[in-house]
């Protein structure tokens, strides 16, 4: 589990390509520390496991659906890419509950200055945006961010200065493809309401008694 609060900008020194997969080893000092083989690291918002350490980074595996469902299978080395450790028991949860898992990916279609803020348009599909919400949480290449606006075919964030000196986001450009995770809540509400919906007869509506006969 993570918060999308990033703690350190690496570097893909090097990938090694497998059929469908890959290993990366990746360049990077903060996120080394109190880190051992087998614990993991999120890398652009996607969750890894360390396979291996040494004084300058850590190399992980990345199976076949990971570069299938991310926009990680399009950097190289000189990528530069967040990272942020699994959020300790005892740390504060600063951005939202992140699972490193990504939905898939949105383009970056606008980007423009407002005052001490920069506004990101990102376009994405209507598998995603059915769970974007405006004020609700997103993580944008592993960024806990918040939703400032949404339509059907975008939605839009607005970055403080912080954010962007911490983050890659200054690399991203317009076209730029980002990994998006979207808040897992909505997912799970829909997931639990769809049985119930396919018993509703078409011409009725949700009412209590429906609710409470359904376990709600």
């Known amino acids: ?4 609060i990033i703690e350190e900008v690496g570097e893909i020194q090097h990938v090694q390509r497998g059929a469908r997969s890959a290993v990366l080893e990746i360049r990077c000092r903060k996120v080394l520390e109190g880190t051992r083989v087998g614990d993991s690291i999120a890398v652009n918002g996607i969750c890894l496991t360390v396979i291996s350490l040494s004084p300058r980074g850590f190399r992980a595996d990345v199976m076949p659906e990971t570069l299938a469902r991310s926009c990680l299978a399009q950097g190289g080395p000189g990528t530069r890419v967040n990272l942020e450790r699994a959020m300790a028991a005892d740390g ?3 951005g939202h509950m992140v699972a490193g898992h990504i939905d898939g990916t949105g383009t970056i279609t606008a980007i423009r200055e407002d005052d001490n803020a920069i506004w990101y348009t990102i376009a994405a599909g209507a598998e995603l945006l059915r769970y974007i919400v405006e004020k609700g949480s997103i993580a944008i290449n592993g960024i806990s961010l918040t939703v400032a606006a949404v339509s059907d075919r975008d939605f839009q964030v607005s970055i403080i200065p912080h954010t962007r000196q911490e983050t890659n986001l200054p690399e991203q450009r317009v076209g730029s493809t980002v990994n998006l995770e979207c808040d897992g809540i909505g997912k799970y509400v829909e997931k639990l309401l769809t049985p119930a919906a396919a018993k ?5 509506c949700i009412t209590l008694e429906f609710l409470a006969e359904n376990g709600f």
């Not at 589990?1 to 999308?4: A, D, I, K, P």
């Not at 509703?200 to 009725?204: D, F, H, I, L, V």
């Open 200 to 204: 509703m007869p078409a011409e009725s």
């Open 92 to 94: 504060r949860f600063g």
């Open 1 to 4: 589990m993570f918060t999308g």
